[in-house]
């Protein structure tokens, strides 16, 4: 299989960086979508992915006390809503000398795992990466939190998603809940 050129989508300080989804709870696609003036990514990810993102980011905010709690960021995707590529691997961090926190978002590699490369390599997954200030992290979570709070009601027995018929419960003894 031929390599591909690795394309970088960089954004220091977007004008925003929101998680969002498309269409109805049960059948939604989600993404992570930067903008920075004319510039617009929209990445593609996992319900459990932006789950996992505004999780980890709410606890790095708190163990580096930045930020006080914020409201949610209350705009939705920009469209057109154009997936440039499905994540695979994800990474975090805070950036003490600009007080910042990093995402950065890969294609899916081989094994899985991240790829951690110079941003002058030629090859290797793409990568989105996204610079944002404390405030703009704790909007990220509450809207992240909101949005994946926003889907089908959780089984009160496994957690698994409630369908509108009810489900086949695992912890429910073979009954339909």
Known sequence: MARMTRRLFIFDGPDRF????????????FFL??????????VALE?????ALATRMDDLLDAVEAAPDA?????????????LFRVGAMAL?????????????????DDGDYVELPDEAD????????RIDARQA?????????????????????GEPLEAGG????RGNGHLN
């Open 18 to 29: 929101v998680p969002g989804a498309v269409g109805e709870p049960g059948d939604r696609s």
């Open 33 to 42: 979508q930067a903008r920075k003036g004319g510039a617009l990514v929209s």
């Open 47 to 51: 319900k459990s992915q932006v789950a």
């Open 71 to 83: 409201a949610p960021d209350e705009l939705g995707l920009e469209e057109p809503v154009v997936e």
């Open 93 to 109: 961090a805070w950036d003490p000398g600009s007080e910042a926190i990093v995402v950065e978002a890969q294609t899916p590699t």
């Open 123 to 130: 090859e290797g997954p793409d990568l989105l990466r996204v």
């Open 138 to 158: 704790r909007r990220f979570v509450r809207h992240a939190e909101a949005l994946v709070a926003a889907g089908r009601p959780a089984c009160p027995f496994c």
């Open 167 to 170: 489900h086949f419960c695992p």
